[in-house]
């Protein structure tokens, strides 16, 4: 069996920062809606800034989180490469609506291809989530079980209401904090 090293101080910083920034961003998305509508301001655009560092952050990660992942056999590499470049498409396509919600004129010119605005989501949360779980499955004391499971709690929240985004936040830091252990406890276990 191969020996993948524990998380890197990147990924480690990716799992604690990421789920702050939607925290943040989610808080002032309320902020923003308290008028009664969501539209360009203050709050707006500073969320919308968190927003666009944490899928920046999120592609970082997929990318971390495909070194982690034990590398024995040919099947184990093919699907670790399938997750990571689906993940990594889905944070693209996040990145590329933020931007344009950010520029209105970039919007306008170059938006989303319509097979890209649920293909891409999916794809972000299919390989997020198969990477999260190959993990589980060959490195256990790394990331325990519910890791994965608090992670699609994540998805779930914001796909029932956007409202919900700073709980779903919340339910992304707990399944990603294993993961940010200092790298001392993560070989102790």
Do not use: K
Request: aromatic share 6%.
């Amino acid at each position: 069996m191969t020996s993948t090293p524990p998380a890197t101080r990147l990924s480690r910083l990716c799992c604690a920062l990421v789920p702050l920034l939607l925290l943040s961003y989610g808080v002032l998305r309320l902020i923003d809606g308290m008028d009664g509508h969501h539209g360009p301001g203050p709050a707006w655009n500073a969320g919308h800034l968190c927003f666009l560092a944490a899928f920046l952050l999120l592609g970082v990660l997929v990318r971390e989180l495909h070194a982690l992942v034990p590398a024995s056999t040919a099947r184990m590499r093919a699907a670790a490469g399938a997750a990571t470049a689906a993940g990594l498409l889905g944070a693209a396509c996040f990145v590329w609506v933020i931007l344009g919600d950010l520029s209105p004129a970039l919007s306008d010119a170059a938006p989303l291809p319509a097979p890209l605005e649920l293909a891409g989501p999916l794809a972000f949360q299919l390989g997020l989530l198969t990477l999260l779980i190959m993990l589980v499955t060959t490195r256990p004391r790394q990331l325990p079980a519910r890791s994965p499971a608090l992670v699609f709690l994540f998805f779930l929240l914001i796909t029932v209401n956007l409202d919900l985004i700073p709980l779903a936040a919340l339910a992304l830091l707990a399944g990603l904090i294993p993961l940010a252990r200092p790298l001392a406890l993560q070989r102790a276990r």
